[in-house]
Nanobody, 121 residues
């Protein structure tokens, strides 16, 4: 079973940056597409961005130009670099692995605990 563990969240001022990490089991990001989600209490998960097995990325309009997904297959780690953070980016962030179906990303398997990002002055 795929296990994912997110880290790197914290409190940051508006305009600041954070880099989230997601460590997975061996080769998990080499053989799976992956996606970052975020969620606030009482709300649905919001897809932030995805990366295909081939490395192509796609982002939600709300974060395009500010967030970047990358991965290091040798370290079994995916990253979410977040720049120019805004208060509305406050959420718990989760990484997932999954598949694309009709160009839609579908997360599969269990989710990690996530990491909290709070953007506030």
């Amino acid at each position: 079973q795929v296990q994912l563990a997110e880290s790197g969240g914290g409190l940051v001022q508006p305009g600041g940056s954070l880099r989230l990490s997601c460590v997975g089991s061996r080769d998990v990001f080499r053989v799976n597409a992956m996606g970052w989600f975020r969620q606030n209490p009482g709300k649905k998960h919001e897809l932030v961005g995805t990366m295909t097995i081939g490395g192509t990325t796609n982002y939600a309009d709300a974060v395009k130009g500010r967030f970047t997904i990358s991965r290091d297959n040798a370290k079994n780690t995916a990253y979410l670099q977040m720049n120019d953070l805004k208060p509305e980016d406050t959420a718990r962030y989760f990484c997932t692995v999954g598949v694309f179906y009709n160009n839609d990303y579908l997360a599969a398997g269990s989710w990690g605990q996530g990491t909290q990002v709070t953007v506030s002055s």
